[in-house]
């Protein structure tokens, strides 16, 4: 189960002499220690919380289509529509090796992670490269993941049905992971699609989630977009 972290900010309220108390008008400081950065990131959540605001700058939730893909930690891709503009995106984060999860971790050791995940997006220092799609691209990319995401529901149903019958209580351990995310202006959901084949074979989400990644690495010059910093690895 994916959780949040929560950051709790305490004020300091004393009934000291006016004086006093216009010292402090400034904002609180927060009582977030290394370590409580430490547990964060040992948790997940905070990385996770990370890696769900990564969005192109261009692209609003609300607005047109988009369909993201977390295909690493420090890769992350996009298929947008908006209007008659229809487009294909690739964030990397330039951080060392492109691991979000060491870069992390070793600010977190100097106490220098911020204690709001959103502002950790300004130090991974995400580049964007976008190519524009054709309608007919688009269209055939977004008519598959409509015909697997209709299959995907098909494979909830058959696993929940076999936690039920075999009164089991736990998931999948050291299986890759991919985070996907949708918004058409009406619908907004996130789904995370763990890489557990069903009788030997894998999902056909995974195999859409693949032949995604090998579309986006054709068309970014190639580069790898598997290896150190998935998910679970």
Known sequence: MRISLVVVLVALCSTMPLRSQQQLQSPPKDSVTCKDQEGAL?????????MDQIRPPEIRIG???SLGVELRYGAKAFLTAEGDKYNEWLGTAQVPKGNVIEFLESTADSCQLPPDPADAIKLLNIHWE???????EFDQLH???MLVLTQY????RERSNYYLEKNRSG??????EYVIEY????EHFRIVEM????DGKPTEMINWVHHFQIMTEQSFGGKPLTGAGWSNN
């Open 171 to 176: 998931g999948g351990v050291d299986a890759s």
């Open 63 to 65: 607005r047109g289509i």
């Open 130 to 136: 976008v190519k524009a799609l054709t309608r007919k």
């Open 153 to 156: 529901l098909s494979t909830v």
């Open 143 to 145: 008519a598959k993941f």
């Open 42 to 50: 040992k948790s997940m959540a905070y990385i996770d919380a990370v």
């Open 195 to 198: 890489n557990l084949p069903i």
């Open 183 to 186: 918004d058409n202006s009406w």
